[in-house]
């Protein structure tokens, strides 16, 4: 059975950095992208990054370009996402993904799913 467990969210002023961690286990996840989504309040869920399998791939929505990074240690099982420079309209609930096989950032990609973590930034 598939498990993936995220960590780091919690409360944090405008400015400020998170790192959010998430670890993966029930298989093998070498071939599988890694991905975080987001969600807030009254709004889709959206991919903010995403690494292929091997991490020579990486995508970034719009709106974190330059402040989020993406890595992945497949030894590990673990993607992570640094956060910097977060702002207020970055508070959602984050959650890690991982697709079956093959690189993606469109949520019906994914087929593996975190139970979420709450991310708030006060302004």
């Known amino acids: 059975q598939v498990h993936m467990v995220e960590s780091g969210g919690g409360l944090v002023q405008t400015g400020g950095s998170l790192r959010l961690s998430c670890v993966a286990s029930g298989r093998t996840f070498s071939n599988s992208a890694m991905g975080w989504f987001r969600q807030a309040p009254v709004k889709e869920r959206e991919c903010v990054a995403a690494t292929s399998p091997s991490g020579g791939t990486t995508y970034y929505a719009d709106s974190v370009k330059g402040r989020f990074t993406i890595s992945r240690d497949n030894a590990k099982n673990t993607v992570y996402l640094q956060m910097n420079s977060l702002k207020p309209e970055d508070t959602a609930v984050y959650y890690c993904?991982?697709?079956?096989?093959?690189?993606?950032?469109?949520?019906?990609?994914?087929?593996?799913w975190g139970q979420g973590t709450q991310v708030t930034v006060s302004s």
């Open positions: 993904a991982a697709t079956r096989y093959g690189f993606g950032r469109m949520d019906y990609q994914y087929a593996y």
